[in-house]
């Protein structure tokens, strides 16, 4: 199928010289939730404000449901909803004018049921009479959805959504992204919070340094850099490992009563069993044992350390 966003080749050198990105490749899937992923300054922002037409791209190609965002701006922004980094709303107006006002901006003829449903939607129907000013922090971002959603666009852009928010708010507008992607809208949102990548997404980009640096679905990536470690805490405390022992390239921890074992989920034998007769063979104890696997946030800081 025909990606409903696709970038090629695209640069951007900002007016001070600086590049912000450098030769991004990514094509977007029609209905899915895309994760961009990456630290302060990796060029998120930027990437977004491109394919959105707030910022020129310095070479490259960007095409939006098959339009060209250049040759073809007001029909391929007008299937991009975005909500910005940044929130500003009008804070005197009412959510109702607001959020109508916003789809006028496109040029749509009123459609007071489209309004209603993306309030009702998002929670905030009985509040569409109320001042932006009077609402709490977690609603004015749902007001910022609703506005953005206002001229019923196939393709939602958060940026950001959960920064600075709390642990509750963030709940909440998952809950809200999926039903989004259950209406058949397309996300893309970027976050430097890898648990809500983790979440959330359908795939992940990684991006730093202006480079996409992994693309990836989700459950693919979790699998291919997913390790597991298996972690024996030992009787007796260990100077040295015998050289039988090398093979499996275990980690004696610095107090020596610790011996890590860091293997592949996916590969057919894992060598715990040999391991541990090998263990008994050389007349190493252990009391307990425990695993753990690695998370995404270990395979992200992974990856922007070797990628630095
Ligand atoms: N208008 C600008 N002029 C010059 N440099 C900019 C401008 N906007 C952003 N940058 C720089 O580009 C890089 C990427 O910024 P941004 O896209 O905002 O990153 P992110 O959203 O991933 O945090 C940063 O180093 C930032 O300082
Ligand atoms: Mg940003």
């Known amino acids: 199928m025909q990606p409903i966003i696709s970038v090629s080749n695209l640069t951007k050198t900002y007016a001070s010289g600086f590049k912000a990105l450098n030769g991004i490749n990514l094509d977007i899937q029609r209905g899915e939730i895309f994760a961009l992923l990456g630290p302060n300054g990796a060029g998120k922002t930027t ?69 209603e449903k993306v309030l009702k939607d998002l929670s905030l129907w009985d509040k569409k009479d109320n001042k932006i000013i009077t609402l709490s922090g977690g609603m004015k971002r749902r007001v910022m959805i609703a506005k953005a959603l206002s001229h019923e666009p196939q393709i939602l852009f958060l940026d950001e959504p959960t920064a600075g928010v709390d642990v509750e708010l963030r709940k909440g507008m998952w809950e809200v992204v999926r039903q989004l992607r259950e209406n ?13 990548a983790e979440e959330m997404a359908d795939r992940i980009g990684v991006i730093n340094k202006g480079e996409i640096i992994l693309v990836e679905e989700k459950a693919k990536l979790m699998q291919k850099l997913g390790r597991k470690q298996l972690k024996l805490h030992l009787q007796g405390r260990l100077d040295t490992l015998p050289a039988t022992l090398a093979p499996y390239h275990l980690e004696l921890t610095e107090d020596g009563k610790e011996l890590i074992y860091t293997y592949d989920t996916q590969s057919e034998r894992t060598g715990i069993t040999t391991l541990l007769s090998d263990l008994r063979d050389a007349d190493i104890r252990f009391k307990d044992l425990s695993t753990t696997q690695s998370s995404l946030e270990e395979i992200f800081v992974n990856l922007v350390r070797t990628g630095a």
């Open 184 to 196: 058949g809208v397309t996300v893309i949102l970027t976050t430097h919070y890898i648990e809500e």
């Open 47 to 115: 990437l977004i404000s491109i394919i959105c037409g707030i910022a020129n791209l310095s070479a490259g190609k960007v095409e939006v449901g098959g339009h060209d965002i250049n040759a073809d701006y007001r029909v391929a922004r007008s299937l991009i909803g975005l909500v910005p980094q940044e929130l500003h709303t009008d804070a005197f107006e009412s959510v109702w004018a607001t959020v109508s006002f916003s789809r006028g901006l496109f040029g749509k003829p009123k459609n007071p049921a489209h309004i």
